[in-house]
């Protein structure tokens, strides 16, 4: 890896699919309030900003890229941090729905999920008593019975038509120490040229628990298949284990990811009013570490990114 400033990236995830209009009344969901989220992420110092879709109407996941297409180029315009679009989507989603917008918007980044998996936060169905949305109920409960998938030959197409045909660098998601070995297979196959971005995630359902010595066996694992210098390391930690695993990760010399897609909250029982609020919380804990930020155009040079003139958002 190339001498770079060894500073701390800040992703924050502005959204995602599996948080629910009723678990949060902060939550974007419309464009207009997913584009402003992500303009006030990157101004409190977030460098790359992962965006999913919501239907305007409900706040259901969609996947469609003429909703994409009301607040991509908005934030591509008013900000110059790094755009790193889905081809996660939702559980409920085809491979051809998830990569519907990455293929015209042609991003920097996509995140990519290194396995197929059990992924479900049903238990939460049960705290909450009032829905805004029909919707919202049977699909938190309907995850209990549905996988993740990611085969070996969808992350494949994925790192072609993306990756190969776009120029597009990946957010490698690994939620358990076998994605990582997966990641390794398509290193060993040529199909992965570093500099390699790992997003290790802790405390979803189906992964790895949100334990301390997890994150320690992630990242030593990570060190034999990679070299200690072969990749960057980067934490999520779910729900209220968020600042806590990022707090440890920082001090282990790895990179941070908040958002409303991670955590709704803030501190305990204190939910977050917006994504910006916990980018500036983590900042602050960097800062007390005596750890830097990388900016944009820092975090451009330290994962080998073909800049945001290239891009078709």
Not at 240 to 263: C, F, K, W, Y
Not at 287 to 303: C, F, G, K, V
Request: proline fraction near 6%.
């Amino acid at each position: 890896m190339d001498k770079l400033p060894n500073k701390v990236i800040i992703s924050c995830a502005v959204t995602g699919s599996v948080h629910t209009p009723s678990m949060s009344p902060y939550l974007p969901l419309t464009p207009d309030e997913i584009a402003q989220q992500a303009i006030d992420a990157a101004q409190a110092g977030a460098a790359i900003l992962h965006l999913h879709a919501r239907n305007p109407a409900d706040g259901s996941p969609t996947a469609d890229p003429a909703v994409f297409a009301q607040f991509g180029p908005r934030i591509n315009a008013a900000t110059d941090a790094v755009i790193n679009i889905t081809t996660g989507g939702s559980t409920r989603m085809t491979l051809e729905e998830r990569l519907a917008y990455p293929l015209i918007a042609q991003p920097e980044m996509c995140s990519l999920n290194m396995g197929s998996m059990n992924f479900s936060i049903h238990p939460a169905a049960r705290k909450i008593t009032e829905w805004r949305h029909d919707w919202e109920k049977p699909y938190i409960e309907g995850m209990e019975d549905l996988i993740f998938r990611n085969t070996f030959r969808d992350i494949k197409h994925i790192l072609k038509v993306l990756g190969d045909g776009c120029g597009t660098r990946f957010e490698f998601e690994c939620y358990d120490v076998g994605h990582l070995h997966t990641l390794a297979h398509f290193v060993d196959e040529g199909l992965i040229k570093g500099p390699l971005f790992i997003q290790a995630i802790f405390g979803i359902l189906g992964g790895l628990g949100p334990d301390p010595e997890n994150l320690f066996v992630m990242k030593s694992t990570a060190d034999r298949l990679f070299g200690r210098n072969g990749y960057r390391f980067s934490v999520l930690g779910a729900g209220r284990h968020q600042m806590p695993l990022l707090t440890i990760g920082a001090a282990m010399g790895g990179n941070v990811r908040v958002g409303l897609e991670d955590s709704l909250y803030l501190g305990k029982g204190q939910l977050a009013t917006s994504c910006a609020d916990q980018v500036r919380k983590i900042r602050r804990i960097l800062q007390e570490l005596s750890l830097d930020i990388a900016s944009p155009a820092e975090t451009r040079a330290m994962l080998g990114l073909k800049g945001a003139d290239a891009v078709a958002i």
